[in-house]
């Protein structure tokens, strides 16, 4: 049973940091794509940013030299760093996993930038 679970988000100052982790369990972390999206209310989830299995990456432009995707193999754990916070980035962040051409959700984490 795959599992996902997100953590690290909170409140924070504009132009702070956070750091959101996804802790994975049940699938072979290393061999599988994974991404970062966020939802607002009444807004469609929205990508963010994603990792390949190899490593390469790629970001939205509202966050690209802002935020920064990375994976730990062995910790079987996706991160997503994010700096320099803007008030448009509060929303519900999602991580995803791509396994099997089946697309598996953590529950989300909170993150609210406001001073």
Known sequence: Q??????????????????????ASGLIFRDNYMDWARQVPGKQREFVAAILSGGDTNYAESVKGRFTISRDNAQNTGYLQMNSLKPEDTAVYYCRMRSAGVDFWGQGT????SS
């Open 2 to 23: 795959v599992q996902l679970v997100e953590s690290g988000g909170g409140l924070v100052q504009p132009g702070g940091s956070l750091r959101l982790s996804c802790a």
């Open 110 to 113: 909170q993150v609210t930038v």
